[in-house]
């Protein structure tokens, strides 16, 4: 596609369900971050994903998140048991194998949890 | 592991005036400094970034400086103009190939 592409873009759920964010990069991206911003606060990193190494997990906050990427295209992002204080946008982006180290950002998914 | 701190939280200016965001971080094994712009509502967007072996960088009225001694790294905005305001985020990361780490953000009020 011509951008990152991310969904739900919206998504409300009730404290304790399970949810699942998708992230569809760039094509030919080989690499993919996913970050998670608060309202009115800064892009807090979770975890990047860079062709077929391991991921790097550290940003994680607690066991409840998990993400997995097949190959170099799509990524799941799990959120396990919510709570409230998972209420953010999570936004994916992705970078090219290009000299730049430009991170392709797409509009995010709202989570509220009830 | 890395941390990144951005000053300040919230920066007004008149319109014409100049204005600077810093930002300071602790890996010293970092050398590839990116600044994001994001508009109300928007994804963020680079709008410039800086390696470790050069010691500024400009575009029209974006400039970006960084002291690898002292481990700071500053945007400076010239001839600011209503479209520039937006949250600017700072970044710092060890190689292109590596995680990205994003201070919190600067609130940029360009005032009439």
């Known amino acids: 596609g011509a951008g990152v592409s991310q969904s739900p873009s919206n998504k409300v759920t009730e404290k304790g369900k399970d949810v699942e964010l998708r992230c569809d990069p760039i094509s030919g991206h080989t690499a993919l971050y996913w970050y998670r911003q608060r309202l009115g606060q800064g892009l807090e990193f979770l975890i990047y994903f860079q062709g077929n190494s391991a991921p790097d997990k550290s940003g994680l906050p607690s066991d409840r998140f998990s993400a997995e990427r097949t190959g170099e295209s799509v990524s799941t992002l799990t959120i396990q048991r919510t709570q409230q204080e998972d209420s953010a946008v999570y936004l994916c982006a992705s970078r090219g194998a290009s000299n730049t180290g430009e991170l392709f950002f797409g509009e995010g998914s709202r989570l509220t949890v009830l | 592991g890395e941390n990144v701190e951005q000053h300040p939280s919230t920066l007004s200016v008149q319109e014409g005036d100049s204005a600077v965001i810093k930002c300071t971080y602790s890996d010293s094994a970092s050398n590839y400094f990116p600044w994001y712009k994001q508009e109300l509502g928007k994804r963020p967007q680079l709008i410039i970034d800086?390696?470790?072996?050069?010691g500024e960088k400009k575009d029209q009225r974006i400039a970006v400086t960084l002291n690898k001694t002292a481990k700071h790294f500053s945007l400076h905005i010239t001839e600011t103009q209503p479209e520039d305001s937006a949250v600017y985020f700072c970044?710092?990361?060890?190689?292109?190939?590596?995680?990205?780490?994003f201070g919190k953000g600067t609130r940029l009020h360009i005032l009439p």
């Open positions: 800086i390696r470790s072996n050069v």
């Open positions: 970044a710092a990361s060890k190689d292109r190939d590596d995680k990205i780490i």
